[in-house]
């Protein structure tokens, strides 16, 4: 139940017109942005909601039961406030997000309308659109651990325990020739053996995509060395930009055994018999559906 200010309801009862919306986004790295539709700045707090940006949101959809609250803001991409550099980086991926309603000719004045995070953003040109899903988001998505034939740890975890800080699984590389938008020879890896790196994360140390990261998906080692990387990089890779890498894991029980001789702290069930298992019949002399224990 939301509380309002006695001095505030006297002016909704009024039929007063000097209310606006404002919106704080807290980004995950510590950034807290604020911005506005009324037509001057306001300051929430110590937050200066900027008004200018051409924000606006759509009308606060709320339901009944644990069924997602949604909305949209939608505004013009500006360096000052909101910028296409910091949307692809992806600063702004899961960003908290409250909306406000604000009495402008007296901000302390104000009541919370909904609270969520920002969800998938698109981009048209000079402006964006993104939703904002309610608290309940949450409890929409699926949590606990799985029962999977796969590793369920992401490798260098806790629970992987394998040490990516070590030279046999990190490697540092520049970028030597562009061999498409996302794809380039590298050197500097030479000592790494084919596809060693495929499904590793590298980070941009260097260039204009400093501080960036990205999957790579195909690590290639012949008379050079190529990596692919999964996505376009929101600034173009430049030659000369160096980057770290780390291996990578496809999560099967053979390259958790093989590869990293991490059996035992494996994650999955490579065990469990699958759908096909399920449904075939008995054929004497195979193992496994010939009626035999397979405990054997």
């Given at each position: ?58 009308e ?61 953003v ?66 500097g ?26 999957e ?9 060395v ?17 980057f ?41 002399g ?11």
């Amino acid at each position: 139940m939301r509380h309002i200010a006695p001095a505030l309801q006297v002016k909704l009862d009024s039929g007063v017109t000097t209310l606006c919306r404002c919106w704080l986004i807290a980004r995950q790295d510590g950034v807290t942005q604020g911005f506005t539709d009324h037509d001057e700045d306001i300051l929430l707090g110590d937050v200066t909601c900027r008004a200018g940006t051409g924000l606006s949101g759509s009308e606060v959809s709320q339901k009944h039961g644990l069924a997602v609250d949604s909305s949209e803001l939608s505004g013009a991409l500006s360096d000052e406030t909101l910028n296409e550099d910091d949307l692809a980086a992806g600063l702004y991926d899961a960003a908290g997000v409250e909306l406000w309603l604000v009495d402008w000719s007296e901000p302390a004045l104000r009541v919370l309308l909904a609270k969520g995070s920002l969800g998938e953003v698109r981009r048209d040109g000079a402006v964006f659109t993104t939703e904002m899903r309610g608290l309940s988001e949450k409890l929409a998505q699926d949590s606990g651990r799985l029962y999977t034939t796969t590793c369920s740890a992401d490798l260098g975890d806790g629970r992987c325990k394998i040490d990516l800080t070590s030279a046999t699984y990190r490697g540092n590389g520049a970028v030597t020739a562009l061999a498409a938008t996302s794809a380039f020879r590298a050197s500097g890896l030479g000592d790494y053996e084919d596809g060693w790196f495929t499904a590793g994360k590298l980070s941009f140390t260097s260039g204009a995509n400093t501080g960036l990261a990205v999957e790579v998906k195909l690590h290639r080692k012949s008379a050079d060395v190529t990596l692919d990387l999964w996505q376009a990089m929101p600034h173009v890779i430049a030659l000369g930009d160096t980057f770290t890498v780390t291996a990578g894991c496809d999560k099967r029980f053979a390259t958790c055994h093989d590869r990293f001789a991490n059996a035992v702290n494996f994650r999955g069930f490579p065990h469990i018999p699958g759908n096909d298992f399920v449904v075939r019949y008995p054929v004497q002399g195979e193992p496994g559906h010939d009626g035999t224990s397979l405990q054997g």
